[in-house]
């Protein structure tokens, strides 16, 4: 119920910007507010708009960022192809990584695991740095035992966390949260920040600049 409602109180926050976000959107600067990455990575639909988060669970930047993203996921339109990658730098992110990409085969991962993975470890505090505490998450959110070890431990989830390894370093990342658009264009927060400058306010212009982003790109993908 209190996600609910903090998701509703977002979305009706950002609607507004979202309406008007072609003839109102600030010209923000390359190099300064996003970067072009020297090697574009191809997109996985290239008919659409790509925008990609990189996050990772243990991340907590990115556990108070998925509010705000989320509710911004529902603004958008038809023709941006919006999903999540999770970045794997060490044995907790693989296992993340893993129980992501299994979620995803077993169709639970909008629907019950995303939250609930971000929740076991920030609100929880369980680490989830094994895969017996995986497995325990799961279960306790009506997952059979054994479809869990079998996509778990499955070729093609294993296939899907090598893939995610790829495009993190292709995209060359370098801290979490990141949106990367159309392949070519990296967002960080970093670029926001000071002391005078709240997480919040930061996590809003990351996605002010993706509106910019998916703007500028609309004309280039409407021409093909």
Partial sequence: ?????????????????????????????????????????????????????????????????????????????????????????????????????AAQALGVLDSKMHDALFDAIHVQNNPLNTKELIAKLFAANGVNADQFANAF??????????????RTLSYKIDGTPELIVAGKYRIDGKSFGGPNVSERDSHQKMLEVANFLIAKERPVKTAK
Wanted: with cysteine; proline share 8%.
């Fill in 1 to 101: 119920m209190i996600r609910s409602l903090v998701l509703t109180a977002v979305f009706a926050l950002l609607l507004p910007f979202t309406a008007h976000a072609q003839s109102t959107a600030p010209a923000f600067q390359e190099g300064v507010h996003y970067f072009l990455l020297s090697d574009p990575v191809r997109p996985r639909d290239p008919k659409k708009i790509e925008v990609v988060e990189v996050f990772q669970y243990g991340c907590p930047h990115c556990f108070r960022f998925e509010p705000l993203i989320k509710a911004w996921q529902k603004t958008l339109a038809s023709d941006v192809d919006f999903y999540h990658l999770p970045v794997i730098w060490n044995a907790p992110g693989q296992l993340h990584a893993q129980a992501f990409y």
């Fill in 153 to 166: 431990d499955s070729f093609g989830v294993a296939s899907q966390v090598n893939q995610a390894k790829a």
